[in-house]
T-cell receptor, first 117, second 109 residues
């Protein structure tokens, strides 16, 4: 069990630059989620994929954010024209194929910490 | 709008001093209530899922309970290694899991 892997662990960028994060979920998991977490707060939902289809996207996600999951395996989250308010921990999680809809526990990666200067 | 509120924000205990963390929620059509543990610099780690009022789950020194409006995480005789942030989360009919802000637990030896 290799767990959910996220890269990079840390990213420092200047305001206005574009950044891209990668998430490799647990191999047999078909569901993938992106969350954002700031200091002292719980994770905040950003978007959700089932296989390669992006099925839900938070209203809080501006058009500067885009996520993809080609071929239903790894996923990337891109932020264009970064702003200081984008500084946060970006968490990826995966969950296994629906076994009847009663167990949606999430397996999280260790996150990518973004600092926008 | 679905909401999850956790209290207290922070809790400091002496080793062996039992206590409880509270999670109150408002959601239409609860599909599951979850407890996660998060250590600094890491992602949340799953602890429990509760589905209906009256249900209880236990794991080592932790016990989670659920009513129609709130959940409690009871910590019995905590140890310093139990120090972490404990997150409560709910899931309704969709795929989105909504998290509370968490309770930061500090256990002193």
């Amino acid at each position: 069990d290799t767990g959910v892997s996220q890269n990079p662990r840390h990213k420092i960028t200047k305001r206005g630059q574009n950044v891209t994060f990668r998430c490799d979920p647990i191999s047999e998991h078909n569901r993938l989620y992106w969350y954002r977490q700031t200091l002292g707060q719980g994770p905040e939902f950003l978007t959700y994929f089932q296989n390669e289809a992006q099925l839900e996207k938070s209203r809080l996600l501006s058009d500067r954010f885009s996520a993809e999951r080609p071929k239903g395996s790894f996923s990337t989250l891109e932020i264009q024209r970064t702003e200081q308010g984008d500084s946060a921990m970006y968490l990826c999680a995966s969950s296994p194929r629906d076994t009847g809809g009663t167990n949606e526990k999430l397996f999280f990666g260790s996150g990518t910490q973004l600092s926008v200067l | 709008e679905d909401q999850v509120t956790q209290s207290p924000e922070a809790l400091r205990l002496q080793e062996g001093e039992s206590s409880s963390l509270n999670c109150s929620y408002t959601v239409s059509g609860l599909r599951g209530l979850f407890w996660y543990r998060q250590d600094p610099g890491k992602g949340p780690e799953f602890l429990f899922t509760l589905y209906s009022a009256g249900e209880e789950k236990e794991k080592e020194r932790l016990k989670a309970t659920l009513t129609k409006k709130e959940s409690f995480l009871h910590i019995t005789a905590p140890k310093p290694e139990d120090s972490a942030t404990y997150l409560c989360a709910v899931q309704e009919g969709g795929f989105k899991t909504i998290f509370g802000a968490g309770t930061r637990l500090f256990v002193k030896a």
